[in-house]
């Protein structure tokens, strides 16, 4: 049983589309993240929800929209893709956002736009 | 400046050797800090925590030295099955709490 799971794994795109990337945790945790992992392999968190709320919201382009549907689900949909948004990214999840501890990752949606 | 910095590495080494990584953290108020192996194209995954009086996980022992603002991780007896990206990861409070992760540090260990 897969723990968080990501769908697709990979997602080749045209510039200018519109996509989106789903994630589901079945670990009964309270708060999600997206992480995105660039072409330096510098892994950096996009943002956090906890119980559907968003809690973090890093510098991200207004492109980048994030919806909860409950708290088992954390999707990313991203809008007039660049070449720039080509990364791995990375869903997570942990039962508590306070002490770091606990984090489980999806195994990453490999987005490449041309 | 970083908020966690790392030798990039690569560092190759023999099986059997000992190899020591470092990591520096920009804020002093950090709480929490871990070591995550990430293997090529997949996951990062949790490698141990680290406590302020250093603690041991059969081959590896992590340090941490809060007045350095400075993380280490050992491994001894290197393995083939070490060779991974290891990243110095760091819990930090800038108005919420994040991980904050290194850019990780790469480790080749050859036959």
């Known amino acids: 049983d897969t723990a968080v799971s990501q769908t697709p794994k990979y997602l080749v795109t045209q510039m200018g589309n519109d996509k989106s990337i789903k994630c589901e945790q079945n670990?009964?945790?309270?708060?999600m993240y997206w992480y995105k992992q660039d072409s330096k392999k510098f892994l950096k968190i996009m943002f956090s929800?906890?119980?559907?709320?968003?809690?973090i919201n890093e510098t991200v382009p207004n492109r980048f929209s994030p919806k909860s549907p409950d708290k088992a689900h954390l999707n990313l949909h991203i809008n007039s893709l660049e070449l720039g948004d080509s990364a791995v990214y990375f869903c997570?999840?942990?039962?508590?956002?306070?002490?770091?501890?606990?984090?489980?990752f999806g195994s990453g949606t490999r987005l490449t736009v041309v | 400046r970083k908020e966690v910095e790392q030798d990039p590495g690569p560092f190759n080494v023999p099986e059997g050797a000992t190899v020591a990584f470092n990591c520096t953290y920009s804020?002093?108020?950090?709480?929490?800090f871990f070591w995550y192996r990430q293997d090529c194209r997949k996951e990062p995954k949790l490698l141990m925590s680290v406590y302020s009086s250093g603690n041991e996980d059969g081959r590896f022992t992590a340090q941490l030295n809060r007045a350095s603002q400075y993380i280490s991780l050992l491994i001894r007896d290197s393995k083939l099955s070490d060779s991974a990206t290891y990243l110095c990861v760091v819990l930090m409070n800038t108005g919420f709490q994040k991980l904050v992760f290194g850019t990780g540090t790469r480790l080749l260990v050859s036959p």
């Open positions: 997570a999840s942990s039962q508590r956002s306070w002490d770091g501890y606990g984090y489980t």
């Open positions: 929800y906890n119980n559907k709320e968003l809690i």
């Open positions: 670990l009964g945790h309270d708060t």
């Open positions: 804020n002093s108020a950090s709480q929490s």
